[in-house]
């Protein structure tokens, strides 16, 4: 059955003006973690000392259901240590969504300042990102009630700027259990411009408002010997007219070339993840990662929306 248009259909009577996905949810969210917050440290620094990292993640959300929510992200990420009390952070990423008839592809630019005298040790870290994204809709894909509606037959995109702003910090700590393990944390508002996109012709116009999601996010890295490491991180996500979602998530490194995750969030939703890696391990100043991640919901109101799929490959050197 064709869920999805339906639904879509039935918020574009009920109002002039609607809400779409606004930005992608992660499973792996720590492999995206310089998306999330522009001016974070990428993880393969704190698993591995290593600076220069390129990943591709692909999200399937709502198996089961035609035209569920599908997102692409090809990203790079670059800590470079200047030997000065300020290193550069920079990278970018691109970003593909489709949701049934709407979507969206932004690209973007990231640069940021890190304060520290040796980032190996910690920092305090201010970062932007800045790009552009076309939203559109495809008219021919959404069945109206009435045939001279303004979206009727036709596809309309609209290009606008988009700006992300974050501040991050991670500690190596020093003493006691946690002796050598980092801890790190940021706030940040992915998309800081909140707009209200017009889509005109003829016969009137259409509107769909983008709003800002602030975010939060703590972790800890507890290195064993050998190489293994636990990682407990917490993602916290708000969005006006939306209850507050908080994922709670637990992944195990094992020392050789496989890690364990799982999670759960506020939203009655648990996460499930796994990979294998080459490269550090070895002895090498590299590192290769695939990840898969699995969410399922256990929401008893509204309808069944299956579980989504992630799937990530990452690779990372030191290039310092």
Not at 19 to 40: D, G, K, V, W
Not at 44 to 49: K, L, R
Not at 53 to 82: C, D, M, N
């Amino acid at each position: 059955m064709d869920r999805l248009p339906l639904l879509v259909v039935c918020l574009l009577l009920a109002s002039t003006q609607t809400f779409s996905q606004q930005l992608s949810l992660f499973t792996q969210y720590r492999e995206n973690q310089t998306i999330i917050n522009p001016a974070a440290v990428g993880n393969d620094f704190f698993s591995f000392n290593q600076n220069l990292s390129f990943g591709l993640s692909h999200r399937t959300q709502w198996q089961g259901i035609a035209g569920a929510p599908k997102t692409s992200v090809l990203r790079g990420e670059y800590l470079y240590p200047t030997g000065g009390a300020v290193s550069l952070l920079t990278g970018g990423y691109l970003i593909n969504d489709q949701t049934g008839p709407t979507g969206f592809t932004g690209l973007y630019g990231r640069v940021g300042g890190l304060l520290s005298d040796d980032p190996y040790y910690g920092g305090i870290s201010v970062g932007l990102s800045f790009g552009a994204v076309q939203y559109r809709v495809d008219g021919s894909e959404i069945r109206l009630r009435q045939s001279g509606d303004v979206l009727s037959g036709q596809d309309v995109n609209q290009i606008n700027p988009d700006v992300g702003v974050g501040v991050f910090a991670y500690t190596l700590l020093d003493g006691g259990f946690f002796n050598d393990d980092y801890l790190y944390g940021g706030l940040s508002i992915p998309q800081a411009i909140g707009l209200d996109l017009t889509f005109k012709d003829k016969n009137g116009e259409f509107s769909t408002k983008r709003v800002q999601h602030y975010y939060a996010m703590l972790g800890l890295y507890k290195f064993f010997r050998g190489g293994g490491f636990l990682e407990p991180s917490v993602w916290v996500k708000y969005a006006g007219n939306a209850p507050l979602n908080i994922d709670f998530n637990l992944r195990y490194q094992m020392a050789q070339n496989f890690w364990l995750g799982l999670g759960g969030a506020t939203s009655k939703t648990i996460h499930l993840e796994t990979g294998i890696l080459v490269g550090d391990n070895l002895g090498f100043d590299n590192t290769f990662k695939i990840g898969y991640g699995f969410d399922y919901s256990f929401n008893s109101f509204g309808p069944y929306t299956g579980g989504s799929h992630e799937i990530n490959i990452s690779y990372s050197i030191d290039n310092q």
